[in-house]
């Protein structure tokens, strides 16, 4: 548990005074089952690999402190199990423990929020949920990426630009959907690539919210469990300036927000995972706590 992070203003130790910095303590196996327990995945390799502007390695712990001071309606189990932190390059094996830790989780009957971290952070948490003894053999995972990009490049080298393509060309049981792709920001490729593997999308500009509702409505339908990837960049750049790569358009936060709550209540929501802040480049924290705040509705409106 990163203690420092989890620090803020404290008017009272009873319940209806309770602030997120009060709720959290260190994890320990054993004291998951129901409860939300954060995982950091301090990583900006794949980032790096993808050419894309450095910084998103701070994001798990700017993610807490932003979190931190939220005030809790009702009194709430979570736990922190640290950081996972990739150096030396080694983004493969940053993968492979984020996905043991994962699954150590997911085993333990709790529900992860993994904090990143660049959008490589989707493969590992993809890796946990999958090897996980909560996923039967041949049940469907379902992931539903909110995100401007398909990330699904054929580049030999894993990044931030190739985790669903590796995802879909290991595991024929997962269905994956995007909402919020930019027609500019991806290439015809990338839109070949994405009919090939039978990827279900919304671009940025079509995302009006029956449209969305059905669209989430019969995605849930064909599944079994789902994996919610939220990369920030989904969000117009006035709302999340401090991401890998700005969206010029983006899709508006109410609609983002409202895509989680129907995740969230669907009764078959097994781990979020949170991609691409920078707090570098974030403007008054405004990236951060725009994230924090999506994370507070996912936990305190979640349906086991």
Not at 61 to 77: E, K, Q
Not at 166 to 189: C, F, K, M, W
Not at 220 to 233: E, K, S
Request: proline content about 7%.
């Amino acid at each position: 548990m990163t203690s420092d992070s989890w620090t803020g203003r404290v008017d009272g130790t009873t319940p209806e005074h309770l602030r997120w910095h009060q709720a959290v303590t260190p994890y320990e196996p054993g004291k998951g089952p129901g409860a939300c327990v954060f995982v950091g995945f301090a990583c900006e390799e794949g980032v790096r690999r993808n050419k894309g502007r450095l910084g998103a390695a701070e994001g798990p712990d700017a993610l807490r402190r932003a979190l931190s001071p939220m005030a809790l309606a009702t009194d709430l189990r979570a736990f922190d199990a640290g950081t996972i932190a990739v150096t030396d390059e080694r983004l493969e094996d940053g993968q492979r423990r984020l996905g043991e830790t994962v699954s150590a989780l997911l085993d333990d009957g709790a529900f992860p929020v993994v904090l990143g971290g660049g959008h490589e952070i989707a493969y590992g948490t993809y890796l946990g949920l999958a090897g996980s003894t909560r996923r039967p053999p041949g049940t469907i995972i379902g992931i539903l990426n909110l995100d401007a990009h398909f990330d699904l490049r054929p580049d030999p080298v894993p990044s931030s630009g190739t985790p669903f393509r590796q995802i879909l060309e290991s595991d024929d049981n997962v269905h994956y959907a995007v909402i919020g792709i930019s027609q500019p920001s991806n290439t015809r490729i990338l839109f070949d690539t994405a009919n090939s593997f039978g990827v279900r999308y919304l671009l940025d500009d079509d995302c009006e919210p029956t449209r969305v509702t059905t669209f989430i409505d019969d995605f849930l339908a064909g599944i079994d469990f789902l994996h919610l990837t939220i990369d920030l960049d989904v969000l117009p750049a006035s709302t999340a300036p401090g991401v890998s790569a700005p969206a010029a358009y983006g899709v508006p936060l109410p609609t983002i927000q409202a895509i989680c709550d129907q995740a969230t209540t669907s009764g078959k929501l097994a781990i979020v995972d949170i991609a691409e802040l920078n707090p570098h480049l974030d403007i008054d924290s405004r990236t951060a706590r725009t994230a924090a705040r999506l994370i507070h509705r996912i936990v305190t409106k979640r349906t086991p």
